[in-house]
């Protein structure tokens, strides 16, 4: 099968492609569509997990090994190779450990509002970009968890919901350009796309 990516999307390495589980899937359209299935089960799995402690890096790789095992046999791994975007590779524990901590300490102090805490928490986790692939949908699930924790509705993410941003080029467009900003010191558009 040949991979088109979209803007933003990180490619995956030849070893990683290897990782499909599905065989059948030819095409970018069928492998879009059967991760969604797939992630669509790891969601109602995740939320019945809301009185777990959700930030912890255990938690994390379940997480994203639930959206994602029907799909990549690597899913719930941390990745082992450099990419377009994150960290190096053999940083990323460290790093995911030490933003999940931070963020609890964040939580329970009330450091910010929520909204901007967990802005501020998808931002940074993605720029780690702990996996693979399936970063973007991940964070965004995990965040929207979050603020339900801290009793608030989850993120509208420019009305796309976490899962939907893979294939909507406009709004798509929109998220990174807020991530990019982000990276810049200015939370201010993300927080703006994920109520939009």
Not at 28 to 34: A, S, T, Y
Request: charged share 25%.
């Amino acid at each position: 099968m040949e991979f088109t990516y979209q803007p933003g999307q990180t490619p995956l390495d030849p070893d990683e492609k290897e990782g499909l589980k599905p065989k059948h899937v030819s095409t970018q359209g069928e492998l879009n569509e059967w991760e969604q299935l797939n992630i669509i089960q790891g969601a109602r799995w995740a939320q019945r997990q809301l009185k777990q402690d959700i930030l912890d890096d255990v938690f994390l790789r379940e997480l994203h090994k639930r959206m994602f095992s029907g799909t990549w046999t690597w899913a719930g791994t941390y990745r082992k190779s450099d990419k377009n975007i994150g960290c190096d590779w053999r940083q990323v524990s460290m790093r995911v450990r030490t933003l999940l901590e931070n963020t609890k300490y964040q939580v329970e102090h009330q450091a910010m509002p929520p909204d901007e805490l967990a802005a501020r928490f998808h931002h940074q986790l993605v720029l780690i970009h702990p996996f693979p692939n399936g970063n973007g949908r991940c964070c965004r699930l995990i965040t929207d968890l979050l603020l339900r924790q801290m009793g608030r509705e989850p993120f509208s993410w420019g009305s796309g919901g976490y899962a939907s941003l893979v294939s909507q080029s406009e709004l798509r467009a929109e998220y990174l350009a807020a991530l990019r900003a982000a990276d810049q010191g200015d939370i201010a558009p993300l927080l703006a796309f994920a109520r939009k």
